[in-house]
């Protein structure tokens, strides 16, 4: 789980990067022929983390239900997102890594309801969870490089 961790870090310094290099309204723009911004790829993989590990492990999510559905699968940006929104989803970004590390360590993910994903990855324990968590995260890394380059 150490190499795992050390990925999950590792990704999302880069995605930290993004929030401390770019203006709250670059972080905003939705460029034409996308979907979403940069921010919201960044408020979605804090979702997503919390729904695959925390939710799946019959766990309470540590983020409200509103940043839930504000992030969650199959939503779009509908309103700007406020320095406060930017500063939080900051925040959350470094703050949940830790807790999830403390929770492994203090061995809260005992149980989990296997779960298949909507692009067909089937996960049935918490490791292939996370396993998963960090792909995901990679391909969302992927589409902010990407938007980047017309903001």
């Known amino acids: 789980m150490q190499a795992t961790f050390k990925i999950w870090e590792t990704n999302r310094k880069l995605h930290l990067a993004f929030l401390e290099q770019y203006t709250l309204e ?11 911004n940069l921010i919201w790829n960044i408020g979605h993989i804090i979702t997503t983390q919390q729904g695959l ?20 699968y199959g939503s779009v940006p509908t309103q700007t997102t406020t320095q406060e929104e ?3 989803i900051k925040e959350l970004l470094i703050a949940l890594i830790q807790q999830t590390k403390d929770d492994y360590a203090n ?5 989990f309801t296997p779960y298949e994903t ?9 490791e292939e969870a996370i396993n998963f968590n960090n792909y995901h995260e990679g391909i969302h ?9 017309f903001i």
């Not at 670059?26 to 979403?36: A, H, V």
């Not at 925390?54 to 969650?72: A, M, T």
């Not at 061995?107 to 149980?111: H, I, P, R, S």
Request: net charge positive; charged share 20%; hydrophobic share 40%.
């Open 26 to 36: 670059q972080l905003n723009k939705i460029p034409e022929g996308f979907k979403n």
């Open 53 to 72: 590990i925390y939710r799946l492990s019959g766990l309470p999510v540590l983020i409200s239900k509103e940043f839930h559905n504000k992030y969650k």
């Open 86 to 88: 930017v500063n939080e």
């Open 107 to 111: 061995g809260k993910f005992v149980a």
């Open 118 to 126: 909507h692009i067909g990855f089937h996960l049935s324990t918490f």
């Open 141 to 149: 890394l992927g589409f902010m490089m990407n938007i980047r380059k």
